[in-house]
């Protein structure tokens, strides 16, 4: 019997232990390690592109909405509650038109709103009052202090090319642009940037070739936007033209390239556009980079349709960071938004504004601190489209009043206060810090947990966006090394409700675990 009763005592402690440690572990903090010395990459800017519909909306809409438009992408202003007026983006793009506007319907592309001005005519005269829409928003970013202006080209001006087109319409992945208008190609980019730098607007970076990898070819009618394939012989030829042009003109903007349409096609790939990095910054490729003065050691690329499962999302990532860190160059990302299925991760039901901005916010993570990247670029600032389901192309939702397009209303979607986690705070020259954690899990796990990425070197001591993307509210407690004392803390939460849309919580003693509301993103500023 007291064998017995003895037995009974020590199961019971043994389910007690057992439970004890099922509570703890449920319960446990979430512990995040920053040391100050452990850096990483130097950021330098989060932007988004005003592609398209700025041009109705900048030239006709009413003053207060674009006004308010503006505001919201650009201002770092903050309420007298400390929540923020803006997102404080600190890079714009700026699309340089090919002339498809002026060709009409007999453009060959089907959505006139797609259609883009050009600034230069077939006489070989420029017209400075062309792109009016696409200059107020540029002229707004300029004005609310954006740092970087980027102005980007989808297509050489279309009395270039080969086919008087703004897109291709003979599948062959060729450039579009004539094998003789490589210099005035060139010559025609640094005249706009020449242009707006007597106007006050330097852009600090021009890219002549956008996605190369893309055939970019219909049939006429049946065109989605203006669009040219490029080899890698192409890109070299063009980035050497356009890089003589900026040293003859003594301009001082620097050449962003290649904005590649996959991550993969930067370090892999069998096309004539493939291995980029490898191909244009070993000093012994034909098509290297390294002797120019206006490249940059940079490499661009576009996040699109490698988001699909944590695992390749993961791997793609991690192979680009090795890939750049061996050849001694920085990688951006200058395109993304959710033009594949990947953000549905595996659900067939219509994904909340709330579901598309925390996985908006997971992919900036992801390429950020897996990827290693020093910029981070939206596609596209606003758009048509629901406010409430799938919101996967924009930061703001567009409903037209009209079919010209002339009038019309917006709403914020999540995705831009998701965005405004890491552009208002995260600023132009702050350092990435590399963090450990407790929990010992991998990073393909981390990406359904909590996320982190931290940064230093700005005004506060030290900035940290993270991501709580599961279910049930969770506590994180950063174990702070080789930082000046920090005395307090205040966060800024973007939720599901209605009101959380980087909303400032009380400024609170630093002493240990900090909450996270369940699917949220929440930035931490320390000091």
Not at 123 to 135: E, P
Not at 197 to 216: A, C, I, R, T
Not at 421 to 431: E, H, Q, T
Not at 474 to 498: D, G, H
Request: one cysteine or more.
């Amino acid at each position: 019997m007291k064998i017995f009763k003895s037995y009974l005592s020590l199961s019971a402690l043994l389910l007690l232990s057992l439970y004890s440690s099922g509570q703890n572990k449920k319960g446990n903090t979430l512990v995040i390690t920053v040391d100050a010395k452990n850096t990483a990459q130097t950021m330098h800017n989060f932007g988004a592109s005003g592609c398209w519909f700025s041009e109705g909306i900048g030239k006709y809409w009413p003053v207060e909405k674009r006004e308010k438009m503006a505001e919201l992408l650009f201002s770092k202003a903050r309420a007298a509650d400390g929540s923020p007026k803006g997102i404080g983006l600190s890079a714009w793009r700026f699309n340089i038109g090919g002339g498809t506007a002026e060709q009409g319907d007999s453009s060959g592309i089907k959505d006139f709103r797609k259609r883009v001005e050009c600034f230069l005519a077939p006489d070989g005269t420029y017209d400075w009052n062309k792109q009016a829409g696409y200059q107020w928003f540029l002229r707004k970013a300029k004005a609310y202090g954006v740092e970087n202006l980027i102005a980007f080209s989808n297509t050489p001006p279309v009395q270039f090319n080969q086919n008087g087109r703004g897109f291709k319409t003979v599948k062959d992945y060729k450039a579009n642009l004539k094998p003789d208008k490589y210099e005035a190609y060139a010559d025609f980019l640094t005249e706009v940037i020449k242009h707006f730098d007597k106007e006050g607007l330097h852009f600090n970076y021009v890219s002549p070739v956008n996605e190369p990898q893309w055939d970019w070819s219909n049939k006429p009618g049946q065109a989605s936007q203006e669009g040219s394939p490029w080899s890698n012989a192409d890109i070299h030829k063009v980035i050497s033209a356009v890089d003589a042009s900026l040293e003859k003109k003594k301009l001082s903007s620097q050449i962003l390239t290649t904005e590649a349409g996959m991550l993969t096609y930067l370090y892999g790939g069998k096309s004539s556009a493939s291995s980029q990095i490898q191909q244009f910054y070993t000093d012994t490729s034909r098509y290297s980079f390294n002797k120019l003065k206006h490249v940059p050691r940079f490499i661009a690329g576009h996040s699109y349709f490698t988001d699909s499962g944590d695992s390749s999302i993961v791997a793609v990532r991690q192979h680009l960071a090795d890939s750049v860190s061996k050849y001694g160059i920085e990688y951006w990302q200058s395109e993304y938004s959710m033009l594949g299925d990947g953000f549905r991760e595996g659900s067939k039901e219509k994904r909340s504004q709330m579901d598309c901005a925390l996985f908006l916010a997971k992919m900036i993570n992801q390429d950020i601190t897996v990827g290693n990247a020093a910029a981070w670029q939206l596609w596209n600032a606003w758009e048509p489209g629901s406010a409430e389901w799938d919101t996967r192309y924009y930061l703001l939702a567009l409903k037209p009043a009209n079919e010209q397009y002339t009038d019309g209303s917006f709403t914020i979607t999540k995705n831009l206060w998701a965005m405004g986690n890491y552009s208002l705070f995260v600023r132009p020259g702050m350092k990435r810090i590399n963090t450990s954690r407790n929990d010992g899990l991998s990073p393909v796990k981390v990406a359904q947990d909590v996320m982190v990425a931290a940064f230093t070197g700005g005004n506060d001591k030290l900035v940290m966006v993270v991501i709580n993307y599961t279910n049930e509210a969770r506590n994180i407690s950063p174990e702070l090394k080789n930082f000046k004392t920090v005395k307090k803390y205040r966060t800024y939460v973007t939720t599901a409700n209605v009101n959380d849309n980087l909303k400032p919580c009380a400024e609170q003693k630093f002493s240990g675990a900090i909450s996270l509301l369940p699917r949220s993103v929440t930035t931490i500023v320390l000091n």
